[in-house]
C-alpha cells in the first residue's frame, strides 16, 4: 500500500493509518494533525450521527479562531503541491488541495463537522471548496 508511506508535512513522522466517523484517514502521532482525502471528507462532513452541544460548537468555534496565517502552506500528500490556505466562513484554516484532500488539525475536523452541520448550505458550500 503507498499510503503506508505517507508522511506529516509538518513532523515529517510516518502517518499511521486511522478512521474518522469511520472515513479511513491518516493520523501524525507527532502533532495529531489528520491527512483526509477529499472522498473521507465527503464522508465525514455528510456523516449525521454526531450531535453537538451548544456548548461543543462554541468550543470548536473558539478553538480555531486563533491565525495560523504565518505559517507556510504544507505540501499536498497526493501531489505534492502547495496546498491552498482557505479561509473556511472566516475563521477556519485549513491546508486543502482541492480533489486531493485536506490537512487538519484534530480540532478543525470537529469545527468542519460543526459547520456542516449547522445548515445544509453551509455543508455543500464546504464540499464545494474542498473539492469532494
Ligand atoms: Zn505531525
Ligand atoms: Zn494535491
Redesign the pocket.
Same mark, same amino acid.
Given at each position: 500500500m503507498s499510503d503506508s508511506s505517507l508522511v506529516?508535512p509538518? %513532523?515529517r513522522?510516518s502517518l499511521d493509518p486511522d478512521s474518522y466517523e469511520g472515513a479511513p484517514v491518516h493520523r %501524525?502521532a +507527532? %502533532?495529531w +494533525?489528520y491527512w483526509v482525502s477529499a472522498s473521507s471528507l465527503g464522508t465525514i462532513l455528510t456523516a449525521q450521527e454526531e450531535v453537538f452541544s451548544k456548548a461543543e460548537r462554541q468550543q470548536a468555534m473558539d478553538r480555531v479562531a486563533e491565525d495560523p496565517s504565518s505559517e507556510e502552506p504544507l505540501a499536498c500528500l497526493a501531489c505534492g503541491r502547495s496546498m491552498i490556505k482557505r479561509v473556511v466562513l472566516g475563521s477556519v484554516l485549513v491546508d486543502a488541495c482541492p480533489g486531493h484532500g485536506a490537512w487538519l488539525d484534530t480540532g478543525e475536523i470537529k469545527s468542519l463537522q460543526v459547520l456542516a452541520e449547522i445548515d445544509d448550505a453551509v455543508r455543500r458550500w464546504l464540499l464545494e471548496k474542498m473539492g469532494c
Open positions: 506529516c509538518r %513532523c513522522l %501524525c +507527532g %502533532c +494533525g
